[in-house]
C-alpha cells in the first residue's frame, strides 16, 4: 500500500488533494454534497493504488542482439519483444533499458495502453568505441493505471552479455616458417613385411563405427580392423601478448597496449584465415578461454564455418585482457605440449632481464616473429632524452628472432610484410635506422 500511495502521479495527488479541500469545506459550510463529492475524489486515487498494488502484471520481455560480437566502432541492434501475458490491462508504460555509458544513452520507449495479449517489438542500436564485454539491462518498466493517477515501478533482472572485439586490421599474406604438426592416427607409417592395406587399417576400439571396419583386413588377422581416417596436417602458431603495465605507455584507448591489442588480433584471425591452429597467450600465462584455437585445414578459407569459430574465441579473450602487474614474463608456456610452429610476438619495451626468455622461446618454436612497439610515442607527456626507453628489436634480433619496430601511425600490414619477407639482418638495419 505504502508502494502505491508512493506512486500517485500528479493527477493522482490533485485528485486526492482536491477531495479532501472539498470534504472540508462541505463540513465548514454544511453542505452534504460537497462533502460526498469530496470523499469520490479522495477515494478513486486510493482505490487505484490498492488495485494497482494488488495486481500482478505479467509482462514478459525477450532481448535479442545482432550480432552479439561485434568490432570496436561497429554498431549493432538490440531487438526487444514486449508481451503482457496477464488478463489485467495496463495503462502506458514506459521503459527504460540500462545501458553502460560506453555503448551510448539508455533507450526509453512509450507504449500505449495494452491489453491480454498484447505484443509489441522494439530495437535500438548500440555501439563502442573500445573493447570488452558489457551486460545490457535489466529493463525498467513504469506501469501507469488507465487513469493515469498511479505509476508503480517495476524492473526486469534478465540481462544478456554483449562482447566488444578489438578492431581487426587485414594482413597481407607473407610467408611464415615453421612446424607443421598433425594430431590422431593420421600420420602415415609404414609396415615391415606387411601389405599397402596395413598401412590404412589399425586395430577397431570401442566407439568405432562398424562402417569403417575393413572386412578383408579382419579375416585375414582374425580380429576386427578398422580403417584409419587421414585427419589434415595443422601448422601451430602462438601468438604472445605482452601485457605487463610497465613496459607501456600511455593511459586508455590512446594507450601502447590497447595498439598492441589490435595488432595482435589482426595477426591471430590473418593466422587463422591461414589454417593455423593458434593459440594465444600473454604474460602471465595460456589466457583462459582461448589457450587453443584450432583452425581448420591448413590453407582453409576464412568463410569455413570452423574458422569463423576459432577467430572469435580469440578475439573473445583480447575483448578482455588487461594489463598486470608483472615485471616478468611467465615463460611456462614454452615447455607445453603442443608448442612449436610459428610464435608470433607483440612487445612493448623490453631490458636485458627479458633475454632470457626471449631465448628459450626462439629455442622452442620454428619461426620467431616480433613486432616491437616504439611505446614512448604513445606516452601522454613529453620525455627527456633519458627517459626514452630503446628499441627492442636489436636484442630480439640478438637472439635470433625476426623483428620489426611499430611506432605510432605506422601501418601494420607494412610491418607485417616486411617482417614475413626481410629476415633477422633487414629487421636490424630497419630497426637501427628507425
Given at each position: 500500500?505504502?508502494?502505491?500511495?508512493?506512486?500517485?502521479?500528479?493527477?493522482?495527488?490533485?485528485?486526492?488533494?482536491?477531495?479532501?479541500?472539498?470534504?472540508?469545506?462541505?463540513?465548514?459550510?454544511?453542505?452534504?454534497?460537497?462533502?460526498?463529492?469530496?470523499?469520490?475524489?479522495?477515494?478513486?486515487?486510493?482505490?487505484?493504488?490498492?488495485?494497482?498494488?494488488?495486481?500482478?502484471?505479467?509482462?514478459?520481455?525477450?532481448?535479442?542482439?545482432?550480432?552479439?560480437?561485434?568490432?570496436?566502432?561497429?554498431?549493432?541492434?538490440?531487438?526487444?519483444?514486449?508481451?503482457n501475458e496477464g488478463r489485467i490491462p495496463t495503462g502506458t508504460l514506459l521503459l527504460e533499458e540500462t545501458v553502460p555509458y560506453a555503448l551510448g544513452g539508455r533507450p526509453r520507449f512509450v507504449v500505449?495502453?495494452?491489453?491480454?495479449?498484447?505484443?509489441?517489438?522494439?530495437?535500438?542500436?548500440?555501439?563502442?568505441?573500445?573493447?570488452?564485454?558489457?551486460?545490457?539491462?535489466?529493463?525498467?518498466?513504469?506501469?501507469?493505471?488507465?487513469?493515469?493517477?498511479?505509476?508503480?515501478?517495476?524492473?526486469?533482472?534478465?540481462?544478456?552479455?554483449?562482447?566488444?572485439?578489438?578492431?581487426?586490421?587485414?594482413?597481407?599474406?607473407?610467408?611464415?616458417?615453421?612446424?607443421?604438426?598433425?594430431?590422431?592416427?593420421?600420420?602415415?607409417?609404414?609396415?615391415?613385411?606387411?601389405?599397402?592395406?596395413?598401412?590404412?587399417?589399425?586395430?577397431?576400439?570401442?566407439?568405432?563405427?562398424?562402417?569403417?571396419?575393413?572386412?578383408?583386413?579382419?579375416?585375414?588377422?582374425?580380429?576386427?580392423?578398422?580403417?584409419?581416417?587421414?585427419?589434415?596436417?595443422?601448422?601451430?602458431?602462438?601468438?604472445?601478448?605482452?601485457?605487463?603495465?610497465?613496459?607501456?605507455?600511455?593511459?586508455?584507448?590512446?594507450?601502447?597496449?590497447?595498439?598492441?591489442?589490435?595488432?595482435?588480433?589482426?595477426?591471430?584471425?590473418?593466422?587463422?584465415?591461414?589454417?593455423?591452429?593458434?593459440?594465444?597467450?600473454?604474460?602471465?600465462?595460456?589466457?583462459?578461454?582461448?589457450?587453443?584455437?584450432?583452425?581448420?585445414?591448413?590453407?582453409?578459407?576464412?568463410?569455413?564455418?570452423?574458422?569463423?569459430?576459432?577467430?572469435?574465441?580469440?578475439?573473445?579473450?583480447?575483448?578482455?585482457?588487461?594489463?598486470?602487474?608483472?615485471?616478468?614474463?611467465?615463460?611456462?608456456?614454452?615447455?607445453?605440449?603442443?608448442?612449436?610452429?610459428v610464435t608470433v610476438a607483440v612487445l612493448g619495451s623490453l631490458d636485458e632481464e627479458d633475454a632470457g626468455v626471449l631465448r628459450r622461446v626462439r629455442h622452442r618454436t620454428g619461426a620467431a616473429l616480433?613486432?616491437?612497439?616504439?611505446?614512448?610515442?604513445?606516452?601522454?607527456?613529453?620525455?627527456?632524452?633519458?627517459?626514452?626507453?630503446?628499441?627492442?628489436?636489436?636484442?630480439?634480433?640478438?637472439?635470433?628472432?625476426?623483428?620489426?619496430?611499430?611506432?605510432?601511425?605506422?601501418?601494420?600490414?607494412?610491418?607485417?610484410?616486411?617482417?614475413?619477407?626481410?629476415?633477422?639482418?633487414?629487421?636490424?638495419?630497419?630497426?637501427?635506422?628507425?
Open positions: 500500500m505504502r508502494e502505491a500511495l508512493s506512486g500517485l502521479t500528479v493527477r493522482g495527488r490533485a485528485f486526492l488533494a482536491a477531495g479532501i479541500t472539498a470534504i472540508v469545506c462541505g463540513v465548514l459550510l454544511d453542505q452534504s454534497t460537497l462533502s460526498r463529492i469530496g470523499m469520490l475524489l479522495v477515494a478513486l486515487p486510493l482505490v487505484t493504488a490498492v488495485v494497482a498494488a494488488w495486481g500482478r502484471y505479467r509482462l514478459a520481455l525477450v532481448r535479442h542482439i545482432e550480432p552479439h560480437l561485434t568490432e570496436a566502432g561497429q554498431p549493432a541492434k538490440v531487438e526487444l519483444t514486449i508481451a500505449d495502453r495494452i491489453g491480454f495479449g498484447w505484443r509489441h517489438k522494439l530495437g535500438y542500436q548500440i555501439r563502442s568505441e573500445i573493447r570488452g564485454r558489457f551486460d545490457i539491462g535489466p529493463m525498467r518498466v513504469t506501469v501507469a493505471d488507465p487513469f493515469g493517477l498511479v505509476e508503480l515501478n517495476r524492473a526486469f533482472q534478465s540481462t544478456v552479455p554483449f562482447t566488444v572485439t578489438p578492431r581487426v586490421i587485414a594482413l597481407p599474406p607473407t610467408p611464415l616458417t615453421g612446424n607443421a604438426t598433425s594430431s590422431g592416427d593420421s600420420r602415415p607409417r609404414a609396415f615391415l613385411g606387411g601389405s599397402a592395406e596395413d598401412v590404412t587399417v589399425r586395430e577397431y576400439r570401442r566407439g568405432d563405427e562398424l562402417r569403417r571396419v575393413h572386412w578383408r583386413s579382419s579375416a585375414r588377422l582374425g580380429e576386427l580392423m578398422v580403417r584409419r581416417e587421414e585427419q589434415p596436417w595443422q601448422a601451430r602458431a602462438t601468438v604472445f601478448l605482452d601485457n605487463r603495465r610497465s613496459v607501456h605507455r600511455g593511459q586508455g584507448a590512446s594507450s601502447s597496449f590497447e595498439h598492441a591489442v589490435v595488432v595482435a588480433a589482426s595477426v591471430a584471425v590473418h593466422l587463422v584465415e591461414a589454417g593455423y591452429s593458434v593459440r594465444l597467450v600473454t604474460s602471465g600465462g595460456s589466457t583462459p578461454g582461448a589457450a587453443s584455437a584450432g583452425g581448420g585445414e591448413l590453407n582453409a578459407g576464412w568463410h569455413d564455418r570452423e574458422g569463423q569459430a576459432d577467430a572469435a574465441a580469440l578475439l573473445e579473450a583480447l575483448a578482455v585482457v588487461e594489463t598486470v602487474q608483472h615485471h616478468r614474463i611467465d615463460a611456462s608456456w614454452i615447455g607445453e605440449a603442443g608448442q612449436g610452429g616480433a613486432f616491437s612497439l616504439a611505446v614512448d610515442g604513445w606516452s601522454a607527456v613529453h620525455l627527456a632524452p633519458e627517459q626514452r626507453r630503446p628499441s627492442g628489436v636489436p636484442l630480439l634480433i640478438q637472439h635470433g628472432w625476426k623483428a620489426v619496430e611499430l611506432g605510432v601511425g605506422d601501418s601494420v600490414a607494412a610491418r607485417w610484410r616486411e617482417l614475413g619477407t626481410r629476415g633477422t639482418a633487414s629487421g636490424a638495419a630497419a630497426g637501427a635506422a628507425r
